[in-house]
T-cell receptor
Framework: DAGITQSPRHKVTETGTPVTLRCHQT?????MYWYRQDPGHGLRLIHY???????DKGEVSDGYSVSRSKTEDFLLTLESATSSQTSVYFC???????????FGPGTRLTVL | DQQVKQNSPSLSVQEGRISILNCDYT??????FLWYKKYPAEGPTFLIS?????DKNEDGRFTVFLNKSAKHLSLHIVPSQPGDSAVYFC?????????????FGQGTRLTINP
């Protein structure tokens, strides 16, 4: 158990509204990641963080921003949600010096 | 472009037989490869991995093979069990600007039939 929780687990929102998803970890890992999973695409990296206030973009970062003010929390914000952002969002941590990432349970987001 | 590809969207195998899941990649800078298993409504769980300096890694019923010259890896599950029914993702690791990133394939849905 990598001690990762995500909230909310499910959310339905309307186009144009802001949405914030939270990832929380209890093990003090330095690296945290946000992915989205869509049929036919596997998991795609949105943003990642390599420390408090240190973040960078992934391959599908348009329309998303992130913040990490504490080691344990990594927030993903959709400033103005669109229907194309309907997806399942997963947070992950990198386990110490290994190359293995461990995932949270996911947030299913529906944008109407 | 898709740097990691799983060309079989689905695979059906009889219980007790061998399941073979395949994955191809294009970037020779990938240095570590992983397989994840995913059940519905859950996050992906780490299954097994292999370093690019090895060609085989085994863990119980699961074996991963890496053929660097062909840029191909495969996951063998033997014997297959009903609980192995899930979606399997292969992932390749790369270090870019000091940060590790994973690139995932599209996934293969494995169904084990009794």
């Amino acid at each position: 158990d990598a001690g990762i929780t995500q909230s909310p687990r499910h959310k339905v929102t309307e186009t144009g509204t802001p949405v914030t998803l939270r990832c929380h970890q209890t093990e003090n890992h330095r690296y945290m990641y946000w992915y989205r999973q869509d049929p036919g695409h596997g998991l795609r990296l949105i943003h990642y963080s390599y420390g408090v206030k240190d973040t960078d973009k992934g391959e599908v970062s348009d329309g998303y921003s992130v913040s990490r003010s504490k080691t344990e929390d990594f927030l993903l914000t959709l400033e103005s949600a669109t229907s194309s952002q309907t997806s399942v969002y997963f947070c992950a941590i990198k386990w110490g010096a290994t190359d293995t990432q461990y995932f949270g349970p996911g947030t299913r987001l529906t944008v109407l | 472009d898709q740097q990691v590809k799983q060309n079989s969207p689905s695979l059906s195998v009889q219980e007790g037989r061998i399941s073979i899941l395949n994955c191809d990649y294009t970037n020779s800078m990938f240095d570590y490869f992983l397989w994840y298993k995913k059940y519905p409504a859950e996050g992906p769980t780490f299954l097994i991995s292999i370093s690019s300096i090895k060609d085989k890694n085994e863990d119980g019923r699961f074996t991963v093979f890496l053929n660097k010259s062909a840029k191909h890896l495969s996951l063998h599950i033997v014997p297959s069990q009903p609980g192995d029914s899930a979606v399997y993702f292969c992932a390749a690791s790369i270090i870019i600007q000091g940060a590790q990133k994973l690139v995932f394939g599209q996934g293969t849905r494995l169904t084990i039939n009794p």
